[in-house]
């Protein structure tokens, strides 16, 4: 029968909270299949299309598809013989030694099973471009051996390193943003702030389906619908043109923060990236953060947009988020915005707190089950 291997990478290091890591990656995968810590390694029942599945979870650096065996050279062999696919000219044995008990070493390992497959199939090995490879691995209890396997995304299991607010717009950045800080252990509330007299059904729409693909990732998602037209509507009638854009992110940093409040959650994150467009100025990102309690946390500050987007294609949020939508806020901005605000200046113009907590409780909770 075959299983699934699983090997995660950084988590092995952990030292102490190693077991805690573990334990929440085989939590993470028992959403969706059966999963038990062995050592070094996690085992997964196999199912039609499960690779799909662990493909996308956190803190999975590769796994295998093949065979577990007892710890002995002709039960290895048979599966060695059970791995091999139907059609191929050349192979390669790549063997791992993690139980040094084991009476013959790698490269003696390589020989035996090598010369086990030329005699039995007839086939060449090839160590340098091979039609196929097979993986033993030679553990504590068990061996294991496959052929077919697969990059996980890498990172740490969702959860282990607590909650997050994201702040999800629509547009193709912040959803790559959320899916960093779950690669990164965080476990994600998204939050989407929106004019309820302007926006249509379709924002809606929109934004669910970044979160349900967000979800994927994640598993179970919580996400918050906020209508600020209350709130914009004051930030139009008082604030400036020019201010509008850092006044209004401010006060979606706050709502934000009320909503990691009720969350329990320790971080806000962002799509932010530098310089990209008017708000991003390490001015204007200096008076936006310093609206929030919490650290604000922008993943996507390295990368240039050709990287967003090809990471915002691989993880399949690309085609949902060119979808046309009304951006809430793009019509109370000005088109030369500032970009050299001033912390002390735009404090002047902020008297929204009861509107903003009032935003906050008319919000819809949406649950997205994976
Ligand atoms: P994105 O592609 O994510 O929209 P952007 O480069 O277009 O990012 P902005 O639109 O200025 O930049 O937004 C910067 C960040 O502010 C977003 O990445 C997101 O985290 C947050 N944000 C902006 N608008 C909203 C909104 N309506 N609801 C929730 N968060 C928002
Ligand atoms: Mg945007």
């Known amino acids: 029968m075959e299983i699934c291997i699983v090997h995660y990478g950084e988590i092995g290091v952990k030292g102490e909270n190693r077991v805690f890591f573990e334990r929440k990656l085989v939590e993470n995968i028992g959403r969706f299949a059966k999963a038990k810590r062995r050592f070094g390694w996690i085992e997964v029942e196999y199912y039609d299309g499960i690779e799909d599945k662990l493909r996308k979870v956190p803190g999975i650096r590769y796994f295998g598809i093949g065979y577990k065996t007892d710890l002995e050279l002709s039960a290895i062999k048979s599966a060695v013989f059970k791995a091999l696919p139907e059609d191929f000219e050349t192979f390669k044995i790549s063997t791992s030694r993690r139980n040094k008990n084991f009476p013959l070493n790698s490269i003696e390992i390589n020989k035996e099973l090598g010369s086990a497959v030329v005699e039995k199939t007839g086939k060449k090995v090839d160590l340098e471009n091979p039609d196929v490879t097979i993986w033993v691995e030679i553990g504590e209890n068990f ?11 890498g990172g740490l299991p969702v ?11 629509g547009g193709i950045d912040s959803p790559v943003a959320s899916f960093l800080a779950m690669k990164r252990g965080c476990e994600v509330v998204a939050v989407h702030f929106f004019n309820k007299t302007l926006h249509s059904p379709d924002v809606r729409k929109k934004i669910v389906m970044l979160a349900e693909k967000l979800s994927e990732y994640q598993g179970d998602l919580k996400l918050y619908m906020i209508p600020f037209e209350d709130v914009q509507m004051e930030i139009i009638r008082i ?11 401010r006060s979606m940093m706050r709502m934000a923060n009320l909503i990691a409040e009720k969350e329990n959650a320790k971080a806000i994150v962002t799509g932010d990236n530098i310089s990209q467009v008017a708000s991003q100025t390490l001015d204007n990102l200096n008076v936006i953060y310093s609206a929030s309690k919490l650290a ?6 390295g990368f240039d947009k050709e990287e967003i987007i090809s990471l915002a294609k691989k993880i399949g949020t690309y085609e949902i988020s060119i979808l046309p939508y009304e951006d809430c806020c793009s019509l109370m901005v000005a088109k030369h915005p500032e970009t050299r605000a001033k912390k002390e200046f735009v404090e002047e113009f902020e008297e929204f707190e009861e509107l903003e907590k009032s935003a906050v409780e008319k919000g819809e909770i949406i649950e997205i089950h994976s």
């Open 239 to 249: 604030v400036p043109p020019k201010l509008r854009m850092v006044i209004y992110r």
């Open 296 to 301: 604000v946390l922008p993943p996507l500050l």
């Open 159 to 169: 959860g282990t390193a607590g909650k997050v607010v994201s702040l999800i717009s």
């Open 143 to 153: 061996a294991l051996v496959y052929s077919k396997r697969f990059e996980g995304i």
